[in-house]
């Protein structure tokens, strides 16, 4: 059904994957412990930086090692991945200011702990379309 080279790009993406949202989970949850904020408007914008540095790491890991594009930086691939990523911010951010806002932490978590598990259901979300974001329309060969 799926390629070895498919299943290879989606096994670095994941790889890659990992690695940045261990990054965004620890530049997140610095700023909430540094600002005090775990749920709210004031969350979104905490979650877009964290987000924002995660991405860009992303960007050149998966440019250079998942999908093997050996091409110089350009502007117009640069605006794709940033498009793509954005739609992702917008999918992930939803998705923590929902939970976190709309609906009260559940199973006795601690608001801290509420936001983070927020943080894995909308990264897993935003994986699935960053994923086909940048395979078939910024790194398309």
Wanted: hydrophobic share 55%; charged share 15%.
């Amino acid at each position: 059904m799926f390629s070895q080279k498919f299943i290879k790009q989606f096994s670095k993406f994941v790889v890659i994957g990992f690695i940045n949202t261990a990054l965004d989970f620890a530049i997140l949850n610095l700023l909430m412990w540094w600002t005090g904020i775990y749920s709210g408007s004031w969350i979104i914008l905490l979650n877009i930086v964290s987000f924002s540095i995660a991405v860009f790491n992303s960007y050149f890991w998966n440019k250079y090692w998942t999908f093997k594009d050996k091409d110089k930086i350009e502007a117009k691939e640069f605006s794709q991945f940033v498009i793509v990523t954005l739609i992702g911010l917008a999918i992930n951010s939803s998705i923590i200011f929902g939970v976190t806002t709309l609906i009260s932490p559940m199973f006795g978590l601690s608001p801290e702990l509420w936001a983070n598990l927020a943080k894995a259901a909308a990264t897993g979300f935003s994986l699935i379309w960053n994923f086909a974001g940048y395979k078939f329309f910024v790194f398309k060969k």
